[in-house]
């Protein structure tokens, strides 16, 4: 869906910091891959900055947008949409440097992992991979409202739903919280350094709790 890739490109931190990484990455003459390109807008800032050819991988039909955004800035001689699975594409040609925002909101939840694996092969000796290291932390956090339960824990219309209670609790929720709600410092969960990466994660990890609070 079009909403999905406005929300990434409507969002200034993590827009601002890969335009500042390919400011720095990008050296002239580069061939760069831009993995699940969406709207192709980080193939189209490496050619800004230098590129000489962008290859642009995109399974989803968002790809015929990017030709078209390619081609109304201009840019259509020098990038190449592919609307291909990048797990199941040949390199066409190896590159200098790898950018993809496979990051979701904890890597795991856009499954694209398969992908950045399948980009190594595209890569020439000492090409970079943009972001090079990507670090998950955990944090105890709590004394927050917990929208993803409040409905099965408060009386709805003179009904018990306590016994979904359970399920909800496995259930992964997307919240923004103030620096108030945690309890103690984060830790690291996990490091990958693409193309390298796992599909699983099974790690162990100690916090120590600063404040008193209820821990969600």
């Not at 989803?60 to 990017?66: D, E, S, Y």
Request: contains cysteine; hydrophobic residues 50%; glycine residues 8%.
């Amino acid at each position: 869906p079009l909403d999905y890739h406005r929300l990434l490109l409507d969002d200034p931190l993590r827009m601002a910091a890969y335009e500042r990484a390919l400011r720095r990455l990008v050296r002239p003459g580069d061939v760069v891959l831009d993995l699940g390109c969406g709207t192709g807008v980080l193939g189209m800032l490496a050619l800004r900055q230098g590129a000489a050819r962008v290859h642009g991988v995109e399974s989803a039909a968002v790809a015929g947008l990017a030709r078209q955004l390619v081609a109304a800035n201009g840019l259509a001689a020098r990038m190449t949409i592919h609307q291909e699975d990048m797990v199941e594409l040949a390199p066409v040609e190896l590159v200098d440097l790898v950018v993809a925002d496979f990051l979701g909101r904890f890597v795991v939840d856009d499954g694209m992992l398969p992908a950045v694996r399948a980009a190594g092969a595209w890569m020439k000796p000492g090409a970079r991979f943009c972001p090079g290291t990507v670090e998950l932390l955990l944090a105890p956090a709590g004394d927050f409202t917990h929208y993803g339960l409040q409905v099965f824990t408060e009386p709805f219309y003179g009904l018990d739903l306590r016994a979904a209670v359970p399920y909800a609790l496995n259930y992964c929720y997307h919240a923004e919280l103030p620096p108030t709600a945690l309890l103690g410092p984060a830790a690291t969960y996990a490091r990958l350094q693409p193309p390298a990466t796992a599909d699983e994660f099974d790690q162990t990890v100690s916090f120590t709790l600063e404040r008193d609070g209820l821990l969600q």
